[in-house]
């Protein structure tokens, strides 16, 4: 008689049973070592530095920290960067839920209304800015045309007030979309049996959406708040073709800030240390932002809990 089996089976579950090995991350850990980790040193110790792009670096402590220390548009560039951040935050995040939960439903011509829409997520960030820039040109472009509406000369980007709307705008007409997707894909992983209960208890669509929906979609809230810091923190393509951080400074964003220094000026020392304080500042508030909305204990098959 054969005897009963009295060990755990490898089939039978738990919770590291199927889980890959380390071997299966290895190549995406090497990639990310040698282009994310590697050149980050490196700009950490060039920011020590004194460099024009030609010979060697030279030591110079801290002189390129103390250079941004005094440095009034270092800081007003810094000012810059977090208020369109706020903006973007603030503008892309409602826009996208309401789309997101909305191209979630069964509405008649859905598909493809959503299909368009998504349309500027598939063009570059300069395609778009080089687009925008020909529509607001303030002779042959939209403000031209319309000027009993935009008043003055029609050029928008000629005050810092235009400027920061319009850097607004095209970075909310590009990116919503990207976020929009996010929240489509969560909306229709909600349990249809929660909107079926809260119907017997006679919720409407309102109170259903607030009382379900928006709690449901907490995660992604916060994935999508993340990468909405990041890239606001980050934006640098759109400025350099719409404004070139002008007029004068007005909208001279740390990035363009960056690219200024080590590009225009070869003052890679420069440039080095604003780099490194971009990276510190987006991955403390990305931090800040996982710690505080609990995010890093949530299950992921578990939206809003």
Do not use: C
Request: without cysteine.
């Amino acid at each position: 008689m054969k005897r009963p089996t009295t060990g755990r089976s490898r089939h039978s579950g738990g919770p590291n049973v199927g889980r890959p090995g380390f071997a299966w991350a290895l190549p995406a850990t090497i990639f990310f070592a040698l282009f994310a980790i590697v050149p980050l040193i490196g700009v950490a110790v060039m920011s020590f530095t004194s460099w024009s792009g030609l010979g060697s670096p030279e030591f110079n402590g801290l002189d390129n920290w103390n250079k941004l220390l005094g440095d009034k548009v270092m800081m007003q560039s810094l000012w810059l960067s977090a208020l369109l951040t706020l903006l973007g935050v603030v503008i892309q995040t409602p826009l996208s839920i309401l789309l997101g939960v909305w191209a979630a439903g069964q509405q008649k011509n859905r598909a493809v209304l959503s299909a368009i829409y998504f349309i500027p997520l598939l063009l570059s960030s300069a395609a778009v800015s080089v687009l925008w820039r020909a529509l607001l040109d303030p002779n042959f472009g939209i403000p031209g045309q319309l000027a009993g509406i935009f008043g003055g000369d029609g050029n928008l980007l000629g005050s810092q007030a235009g400027a920061i709307a319009v850097l607004t705008f095209v970075g909310a007409w590009q990116f919503t979309p990207l976020h929009t997707l996010l929240y489509q894909g969560a909306a229709r992983s909600v349990p249809p049996v929660l909107y079926q209960a809260a119907e017997i208890d006679g919720a409407g669509t309102m109170r259903k959406f607030f009382s379900i929906t928006l709690p449901q979609l907490r995660n992604t809230i916060v994935t999508s708040g993340i990468l909405m810091v990041v890239g606001g923190l980050t934006t640098f393509d759109t400025v350099l073709i719409l404004t070139k951080g002008g007029p004068g400074t007005d909208t001279t964003i740390t990035p363009y800030y960056m690219y200024r220094k080590a590009f225009q000026s070869f003052d890679f020392g420069v440039g080095s240390a604003i780099a490194l304080v971009l990276v510190v500042i987006a991955t403390a508030i990305s931090l800040i932002m996982v710690r505080a909305t609990g995010y890093d204990k949530m299950n992921s098959a578990q939206e809003g809990i």
